[in-house]
């Protein structure tokens, strides 16, 4: 390995200052504090997108009633709406974010995420709420793809796999905050309240706003905590700007440690491409990658989980519970969650990601079957809770953070950009479509019939898996791309 590296760094042009072989490797940051700051401040992004992801689960049972939503076309749509605002935020990210950096969009991001938080708290009627949702859903599809990116850009070699987790860990956090914001605003109201009292309650009538204004706060911070964040030194140098570049560099590790990531950075885009080539998509020879890439994104979302974190009150209260208890029980699924992530940072590099991947679909399939037995049997309560929970488990630690891994490994250097837009676009896409389609799942086929076809799903899920997915951990992205696309 270290003879291939020599041979290619001949073809770049040799830095002022050059390390001995294997230095720049071996130089740690001298700032590490310094860099683990700018990428908590980063990763608040992705917390935002968590909290604003999911929110709206448990503010659900309310504005629903305060927008008199009765059909299920307008509360699928409600639920949903945000989805495509994702999908614009995730295609304009990878555009703007190259041509205006990744520190300016972060910060339109942040403003955004203020914004529409209070734009939808403060929604006097269904279409403004709809509108700001989907505003919102742009900064979630900003942050989605900046604050992981400009992480990886700015963190060192040696610490760079954990600080990119940490924007992981801060999703599920996210997540877990907005689930105990909803509790804790609806945790006075009587148990076996009237639809007649919940339509005059304050519940009804404002506590959901809080629900959503909630965000402003963490967004206030994230937009504050962005001006002391520096520009990502990859895109100051791929824009010619080699000396603030080199600033930031040794404001994290030192002048020899900015000498040898100057060093990197530069070679590298001695042979990086001008544009995403959208039409190399098209060669034979990619089809079958992007095919993989575009079915596991599509896969992840269509196995049914994320309905739990954007209808739980209906899988809840279908199983007896009152809402009280519902959002409870929904505080209890982000735990799961937030703790079972930490079981597949731990695993992935250690156990793989196929073992991971099909283990995830089998168990997948396995809870929803016994969960529609339990609706179609009328078995209730506890029981409900705990296939929930060990859903919520299994995908926590196996398909949610796996998938974008193996997205991120599979693609050629040359193509990776447009052929993650390929697939996150697909991604989001998914998501709608299962979170719009669920309402009218649920009336026609109600809950039992509902998850047994998501468990039909995981085990077509695992089917694709075994018969196409291959091992990758362990390897070179470009062994990888020799045994996949070579």
Known sequence: ????????????????????????????????????????????????????????????????????????????????????????????????????????????????????????????????????????????????????????????????????????????????????????????????ASEEYLARSWYVLSGWRWMFAATAVPSLLFFAGMFVVPESPRWLVKNGRHEPARAVLARIGGREYAAAEMTDIEGSLVHEPAGLRLGELLDPRLTRVLVLGIALAVLQQWCGINVIFNYAEEIFRAAGCEISEVLKNIAWTGSVNFAFTFVALGMVDRGGRRPLMLFGAAGLAVIFAALSCCYFTGVRGLPILVLVLAAIACYAMSLAPVTWVIISEIFPNRVRGAAMAAAVTSLWLACFLLTYIFPWLYAHLKMAGTFLLYAAICVGNFWFLFRYLPETKGKSLEQIERELVD
């Open 1 to 192: 390995m270290r003879q291939e590296y020599q041979r290619s760094s001949k073809s770049t042009p040799p830095h002022p200052n050059p390390l001995p072989e294997g230095e720049g490797a071996k130089t740690r940051p001298q700032n590490v504090r310094y860099v683990w700051l700018i990428s908590l401040i980063a990763a608040l992004g992705g917390l935002l997108f968590g909290y604003d992801w999911v929110v709206i689960g448990g503010a659900k049972p309310f504005f629903e009633r305060y927008f008199a939503l009765t059909s299920e076309a307008a509360r699928g749509w409600a639920n949903s709406c945000a989805l495509l605002g994702c999908l614009v935020g995730a295609l304009l990210g990878g555009v703007l974010s190259d041509r205006f950096g990744r520190k300016r969009l972060l910060v339109l991001c942040a403003a955004l995420f203020a914004a529409t938080s209070l734009g939808t708290g403060l929604a006097p009627n269904f279409s403004t709420f709809v509108t700001w949702r989907i505003l919102g859903g742009v900064a979630i599809g900003l942050a989605s793809n900046l604050s992981p990116m400009y992480i990886a850009e700015v963190a060192p070699a040696a610490i760079r796999g954990r600080l990119v987790a940490v924007n992981q860990l801060t999703i599920v956090i996210g997540i877990l905050l907005a689930q105990f914001v909803n509790w804790t605003i609806v945790r006075g109201l009587p148990a076996g």
